[in-house]
């Protein structure tokens, strides 16, 4: 590699892949790293998979990945519920992985508003199996005081052929109720909680770091508010002007950037 980095976090979607397909070059770039002994962490806001199934549906791409290289808004979420110390419940709006694991850390979660606690949590992810029910009862909690963990603050999800409503675009809903009594929390990028997860994986001089991602919001605002050097994506040809103000390096894809320092 034509840099000085050494460790290197690269997001996923809209990065290395897109919806099912790995994006041109992104095997040679994860070969070229692995090849010259780099460190490579997966850093996703991608709220659906567990770590396990998301090295598996990886690896069928074609892209190599071991299950500790892998960080996803679980991890911020498990070090956030670490850090309270008074009696609470969790109602899940999200995937039924994400309330399998909660149950699996001994995280009281709540089925219905019945039982409801002062303390309570909304911790909401997109996922598939999401229905009015679920975010309606999602909305119960909120107006009775529940605070929204946000698994990832997008607003859409790229795919191969139209994007995805992704949990932003859900948490828009209930901000425009104006019922929301506690202001949301975000647990994905670029919060606090993701940031002193990668923090923890760096065991090099800043200089040497670098984060990889196709979003100013999450991607390079996490590397900015680490300290860390940033590469925006813009994924297009196009002139890029305001992106060079908060990213260390802009290129148009990983295609590009292999181009540039392979």
């Known amino acids: 590699m034509r840099n000085q980095y050494s460790l290197y976090f690269l997001d996923i979607d809209g990065t290395l892949i897109k919806g099912k397909d790995l994006l041109p070059k992104t095997k040679t770039f994860i070969q070229q790293l692995r090849k010259e002994g780099k ?3 997966y850093v996703t806001n991608h709220p659906v998979r567990c770590h396990d199934e998301h090295v598996e549906y990886l690896t069928k791409l074609g892209l190599s990945i071991n299950k500790e290289e892998l960080i996803t808004p679980l991890d911020g979420l498990k070090r956030f519920f670490n850090k309270i110390d008074v009696p609470y419940c969790v109602y899940v709006a999200a995937s039924s992985m994400v309330k399998q694991k909660l149950r699996d850390w001994d995280i009281p979660v709540i089925e219905g508003t019945d039982r409801q606690l002062d303390n309570c949590y909304v911790v909401l992810g997109m996922s598939s199996s999401l229905n009015y029910g679920i975010l309606q009862e999602a909305y119960e909690c ?19 052929d139209y994007k995805l409503l992704d949990t932003g675009l859900f948490l828009k809903l209930f901000e425009e109720s104006g019922d929301l009594v506690e202001e949301p929390i975000i647990i994905g990028k670029p919060s606090v909680w993701m940031q002193e997860v990668l923090a923890e994986k760096i065991n090099v001089p800043k200089h040497e770091v670098v984060i990889i991602g196709d979003t100013i919001a999450s991607d390079i605002a996490l590397g900015n508010a680490l300290g860390i050097d940033s590469v925006f994506l813009t994924n297009t040809d196009i002139e890029r002007n305001y992106e060079t103000k908060t990213s260390t390096h802009v290129m148009s894809s990983i295609k590009e950037l292999v181009e540039r320092w392979c």
């Not at 107006?143 to 795919?159: E, F, W, Y």
């Open 142 to 160: 909120i107006q009775k005081g529940a605070t929204v963990l946000v698994l990832n603050p997008d607003r859409t999800c790229p795919s191969n």
């Open 39 to 41: 460190q490579i962490y």
